[in-house]
T-cell receptor, first 117, second 112 residues
Framework: EPEVTQTPSHQVTQMGQEVILRCVPI?????FYWYRQILGQKVEFLVS????????KSEIFDDQFSVERPDGSNFTLKIRSTKLEDSAMYFC???????????????FGPGTRLTVL | QQPVQSPQAVILREGEDAVINCSSS?????VHWYRQKHGEAPVFLMI?????EQMRHEKISASFNEKKQQSSLYLTASQLSYSGTYFC?????????????FGTGTRLTIIP
C-alpha cells in the first residue's frame, strides 16, 4: 500500500542552525501538508501546499520556515535558524485532492523528531 | 479555535465499550478521526461529513451531530490494539487543501 515517507527519522541540531526535513508524499497525491506535534501535545497545522505554492499557513509558520517541492517527488520543510522551541515531531501528510481537503483523507508520514540543543 | 475532546483519558478492560466526543464552536463540514500510538504517526480511521451517514471501521463507529457540531467515536468490545491517543481533526469547508484543526486528544488505555 502506498505510504508517505519522511527522512531523517531523527534530527539533532544546534540552536541557530538550518535544518531541512524531507518528505515523499504518495505519488498521485496533489495536496501536501506539514504538521508538528510537541511532545505530549496535540497535532498542529503548519502549512498546506498545492500546485507549487502555499495554500494556507498558520501563525507558527513564520519567516523562519519555508517549503519547497524541488522535484516531482520530494516535499521539504526548511527551518532557517532553529530555536529550542522548534523541538517537536514534524509530520508530513498528503491527500489525493480530488474532492477537496474536507473529503480527502490526509495520510501521515512516520514523522521526523527534531531536537534542538 | 481547536475542537474540544472528552474525556481526556479513559481506561477500559478488554471487551468494554467507550465513547469519545469531539465538539466544535464552529460550523463543521467534516470530522476526521485518527488514532496515534506512542511514538508513531497518526493513523486515519474515518471521515464524517456534514449530512453524511454514520461510519464504521471494524468495531469502531462514529457519528456527526450537525445541530451540536459534535462527533462521537464509539469503540465497541474494545481490544488491546485499540490503545492509543485518539484525535479528531475538523474541517470547516469543502474547499480544496483545507487544513485540519486537531483536538487535544483522548488517551485510551485497554487493560487485559
Amino acid at each position: 500500500e502506498p505510504e508517505v515517507t519522511q527522512t531523517p527519522s531523527h534530527q539533532v541540531t544546534q540552536m541557530g542552525q538550518e535544518v531541512i526535513l524531507r518528505c515523499v508524499p504518495i505519488s498521485n497525491h496533489l495536496y501536501f501538508y506539514w504538521y508538528r506535534q510537541i511532545l505530549g501535545q496535540k497535532v498542529e497545522f503548519l502549512v498546506s501546499f498545492y500546485n507549487n505554492e502555499i495554500s494556507e499557513k498558520s501563525e507558527i509558520f513564520d519567516d523562519q520556515f519555508s517549503v519547497e517541492r524541488p522535484d516531482g517527488s520530494n516535499f521539504t520543510l526548511k527551518i532557517r535558524s532553529t530555536k529550542l522551541e522548534d523541538s517537536a515531531m514534524y509530520f508530513c501528510a498528503s491527500s489525493e485532492g480530488v474532492a477537496g481537503a474536507s473529503t480527502d483523507t490526509q495520510y501521515f508520514g512516520p514523522g521526523t523528531r527534531l531536537t534542538v540543543l | 479555535q481547536q475542537p474540544v475532546q472528552s474525556p481526556q483519558a479513559v481506561i477500559l478492560r478488554e471487551g468494554e465499550d467507550a465513547v469519545i466526543n469531539c465538539s466544535s464552536s464552529k460550523a463543521l463540514y467534516s470530522v476526521h478521526w485518527y488514532r496515534q500510538k506512542h511514538g508513531e504517526a497518526p493513523v486515519f480511521l474515518m471521515i464524517l461529513l456534514k449530512g453524511g451517514e454514520q461510519m464504521r471501521h471494524e468495531k469502531i463507529s462514529a457519528s456527526f451531530n450537525e445541530k451540536k457540531q459534535q462527533s462521537s467515536l464509539y469503540l465497541t468490545a474494545s481490544q488491546l490494539s485499540y490503545s492509543g491517543t485518539y484525535f479528531c481533526g475538523t474541517g470547516i469547508s469543502n474547499f480544496g487543501n483545507e487544513k485540519l484543526t486537531f483536538g487535544t486528544g483522548t488517551r485510551l488505555t485497554i487493560i487485559p
